[in-house]
């Protein structure tokens, strides 16, 4: 990859030579700003991704907003964006366009890290990815006027939030929430642990919460041609109008690939969604309400890079998926060649308590509690997964779920090492950082 430091980072794991360079808790600072990414679909063609079955048809409209909203946290001269989205995924092209756009303000790769949540009513992400030269309406047509739209309002929020920097007090908490998720390919792991990390001014008033459950935002199904942030988008506005004027939610999915959303009732596609929102933005404020906030918590993230298996054609491409997303023998090799990467981006977030390292893709829920469980045990109080985040390079399985065929390993590009080498990679990476933070021990 380009990013040197990531590269360099990588190279230390691989040889064990990461220097242990502990964080002084000083002063944490915060800054916010949300940006609407919805394209006007008057002017423009929005097709929305999620569903090779909507063959790249625009949006006849929206019906609720998409949005970016960038968190911005300072300590010690150094800083991190965290930038949540209502989008499918994030191609590579956007990432690199946002950066361009940041760059002047003192951000690079291994400070930015961009999460989405999955929405599948959302504009579809090879409509923003410039290497889908494949012209292929069942996985989107790259639009130019579409990426850079999208990358423009992600670099505005980022900006204004590093300009609105204040001081605040953070706390996490986390709680297991039962019956709204289930798992989707007949297993019976689901991960539900909802986490809550909580911003506060420094004279205590709730000001940003930041929300990590694991589910796919599916609820929305092919029929729907209206732009909409689907459950994760009812579930930040019932959090900030239920913790009052001012607050900010910010939603990051978890290891959703094979966990769909359950529990949800209503006559129609947008009142299961608002109902699911509705749901677990009560767990939400719960969990809200219940932490303890605290001045100077430690900041420390690192970038290194995912060191993929060799890209391969999937056996279940051709029997599931491939049919569609118009997939053939004729095609497949275009589409490893163009739009699949041969590595990716691997961000590990410290903020307090919470840990966070961040999967370019659709991990299996099991892997993403493997990890979970190895970084507690390595002292980590609140780990998750931020699923879908920098970069979106597959789903990622465990070789008995890449073996079983279906849907999910048909879209898995790598073969069925890929969860487990992926595994370790983010244990390590979790962690190097745990190693070198105050944090690190019980």
């Given at each position: ?18 220097v ?24 423009l ?23 970016a ?25 956007l ?9 002047p303000a ?12 999955h ?6 992400m ?14 989107g ?13 992600i ?37 539900d ?38 459950w ?51 767990h ?32 279940a ?24 990467p ?30 979970k ?26 070789p ?8 999910e ?7 069925e ?8 990679q ?17």
């Amino acid at each position: 990859m380009a990013e040197r430091q990531g590269c360099v980072l990588g190279w230390l794991f691989a040889f064990g030579l990461l220097v242990s360079s502990p964080l002084l808790a000083t002063e944490l600072r915060a800054g916010v700003a949300i940006r609407d990414i919805t394209p006007d679909t008057e002017r423009l063609p929005v097709p929305l991704g999620g569903y090779g079955a909507r063959e790249n048809k625009p949006a006849t409209g929206v019906h609720d907003s998409t949005l970016a909203k960038a968190l911005v946290l300072r300590q010690g001269g150094r800083k991190v964006a965290v930038v949540t989205l209502d989008l499918l995924g994030i191609p590579r092209s956007l990432r690199e366009e946002v950066l361009v756009r940041i760059q002047p303000a003192g951000f690079e790769s291994e400070n930015l890290i961009l999460a989405a949540s999955h929405s599948h009513a959302s504009v579809e992400m090879n409509a923003l990815n410039r290497r889908n030269t494949l012209g292929n309406r069942f996985i989107g047509i790259f639009d130019e006027r579409l990426l850079l739209f999208t990358a423009e309002r992600i670099a505005e929020a980022v900006l204004e939030a590093d300009r609105t920097s204040e001081t605040v007090r953070v706390g996490v908490a986390s709680k297991q929430v039962h019956g709204l998720s289930r798992n989707r390919r007949g297993d019976q792991v689901t991960d539900d642990e909802l986490t809550v990390v909580r911003f506060d001014r420094s004279d205590g008033s709730p000001w940003v919460v930041l929300v990590n459950f694991t589910a796919h935002p599916t609820w929305m199904t092919e029929h729907v041609m209206q732009v909409s942030a689907g459950w994760p988008g009812y579930l930040q506005r019932e959090v900030e109008a239920w913790l009052g004027p001012g607050v900010v939610c910010l939603y990051a999915n978890g290891a959703e690939g094979d966990t769909a959303p359950a529990g949800a009732q209503g006559p129609s596609e947008f009142a299961r969604a608002e109902d699911h929102g509705r749901k677990l933005a009560i767990h939400a404020v719960e969990v809200a309400h219940s932490i303890v906030t605290r001045a100077g918590a430690p900041l420390d993230f690192l970038l290194t890079t995912y060191r993929l298996p060799e890209r391969q054609a999937p056996p279940a491409l051709l029997e599931s998926a491939g049919p569609e997303y118009g997939m053939d023998e004729s095609n497949i090799r275009a589409l490893l060649d163009a739009m699949v990467p041969t590595d990716s981006y691997l961000s590990v977030l410290e903020i307090g308590d919470f840990l966070a390292v961040s999967v370019p893709g659709e991990m299996a829920a099991a892997l993403g509690l493997e990890i979970k469980q190895a970084l507690r045990a390595a002292g980590a109080r609140h780990p998750v997964i931020f699923g879908l985040t920098n970069e979106w390079i597959s789903y990622i399985l465990a070789p008995e779920e890449y073996d079983q065929g279906g849907y999910e390993p048909g879209v898995s590009f790598y073969g069925e090492t890929l969860g487990p080498v992926m595994v370790e990679q983010a244990i390590a990476a979790g962690k190097a950082l745990l190693d070198r933070s105050p944090l690190g021990s019980p």
